[in-house]
């Protein structure tokens, strides 16, 4: 009864803020949260975080209920070995396994008391941890077992490509990679040199990935890691970024503080600031795919999107407009929230235009995107969240073929 009640309050949420670009998600937890995890692309996933707090989804993230867990104080990354095998860690080297799926869990022995920040297994059996003072660990026996050794730095992240090739992240900006499964390690350099807290990192494949870390810090590489450039040249925040997902080719997000929540849809040649209608600091990512998408962090704030963290885009009855025309917003001034309409004409019913939609700050910064993508001829409808911005004088400007406008807009709180 009470799982019930507690899906159609969240059904209730979700028809709220249904213009949202992510809706935040009501658990009743306040523990904040510092990883989440899904099985491949199912609706399956795990949460992580203070006071030993593990959350399980079966409905991607809509609906989440506690895991009964007692040890540990608070736990940092979490990976699916398999469909029913999970390992989490986190402070003073705690470590906890899963058989069934995150149901129950037992304490792995750990031969370290110091935080673990990365996990990664290669499959089951073979797996790499990584954490503060340079803590590197291997397990050839699904973590039963743990082989200790140290890195110069403090390490924040790990991905392993197989069980010889893998990468490293961490304090000061450093980057190491190994090719012999763990016994040696040694610096890849970034261009330009930075010496900024790298936070966390995924890859498309073997090749190809993206870290984040301090002052909003977005590096790239397309050759396996032994080069890294910066992605964001424009550097669309200075807010710390913690955690990235990378899950199919183009779609990049990555997540930080003060809500931040930046992607590309291009691989990294562009990105674009979402609002995630938070403040609070987001510690982890996980994409299932393009669309489906969840960020956890600060105070138990889940957040979910299933279209990418776009924003919806209402399309208003089937009139076909007679020109193109982008119409004040609603109200305006405004508190919060308005309503954007504009209309795409054609000269063909069947002929689409790619529209992009984007609003601007006082000094001609953009913002925010609202729409970019290919539209039918038809009146639309768009509702941007102003929340997260500070009150003032804003811009929205619509492109779409040869026609072009500007409308003013006043946010006052």
């Given at each position: 009864m009470k799982k019930i009640f507690l899906t159609l309050f969240v059904l209730l949420l979700s028809y709220i803020n249904v213009f949202s670009q992510w809706e935040l998600q009501y658990t009743g937890y306040i523990n904040t949260l510092h990883g989440v995890t899904f099985y491949g692309n199912s609706n399956i996933g795990i949460a992580v975080g203070e006071q030993g707090r593990i959350l399980k989804t079966d409905d991607g993230?809509?609906?989440w209920w506690s895991v009964n867990l007692t040890i540990g104080t608070f736990y940092n990354p979490v990976q699916f070995l398999s469909q029913n095998t999970l390992i989490t860690g986190g402070y003073l080297g705690y470590m906890a396994k899963s058989t069934d799926g995150g149901d129950s869990w037992i304490q792995l022995n750990s031969p370290t008391t110091m935080q673990i920040n990365g996990i990664y297994f290669i499959n089951e059996f073979t797996g790499f941890v990584t954490g503060y003072s340079g803590?590197?660990?291997?397990?050839?026996?699904?973590?039963?077992?743990?082989a200790i050794s140290w890195l110069p730095y403090t390490m924040n992240d790990i991905y392993m490509f197989n069980e010889t090739t893998g990468i490293v992240?961490?304090?000061?900006?450093?980057?190491?990679?190994?090719?012999?499964?763990?016994?040696?390690?040694?610096?890849?350099?970034?261009?330009p040199p930075l010496s900024y807290d790298l936070n966390g990192m995924a890859f498309l494949n073997s090749t190809t990935g993206i870290i984040v870390g301090n002052s909003g810090t977005i590096l790239k590489t397309t050759n396996a890691g032994n080069t890294w450039k910066l992605a964001d040249t424009n550097h669309i925040t200075y807010n710390t970024l913690f955690r990235v997902s990378y899950p199919v080719v183009n779609r990049i997000t990555c997540v930080g503080g003060a809500g931040t929540i930046i992607t590309s849809t291009d691989g990294g040649n562009t990105w674009t600031q979402q609002n995630s209608g938070t403040y609070a600091i987001l510690y982890g990512v996980y994409f299932t795919d393009a669309n489906h998408g969840?960020?956890?962090?600060?105070?138990?704030?889940?957040?979910?999107?299933?279209?990418g963290g776009s924003v919806f885009v209402n399309?208003?009855?089937?009139?076909?407009?007679?020109k193109f025309e982008l119409y004040q917003n609603f109200p305006n001034p405004f508190n919060s929230s308005t309503k954007i309409k504009y209309a795409i004409a054609s000269s063909l019913k069947?002929?689409?235009?790619?529209v992009r939609l984007a609003i601007f700050?006082?000094?001609?910064?953009?913002?925010e995107i609202l729409v970019n993508e290919k539209q039918s001829p038809g009146f639309y409808e768009v509702i941007w969240n102003a929340l997260k911005y500070p009150t003032g004088i804003y811009f929205c400007k619509i492109v779409t073929g040869n026609f072009s406008d500007t409308k003013k807009l006043l946010y006052l709180k």
């Open positions: 993230g809509f609906f803590l590197l660990m291997k397990t050839t026996n699904a973590g039963n077992n743990w992240c961490g304090a000061g900006g450093n980057i190491l990679k190994t090719t012999n499964g763990g016994i040696n390690w040694t610096p890849r350099y970034t261009n969840c960020a956890v962090g600060e105070n138990g704030t889940i957040l979910t999107t299933t279209n399309k208003i009855g089937t009139t076909v407009p007679e069947n002929e689409s235009s790619f700050d006082i000094l001609g910064k953009e913002v």
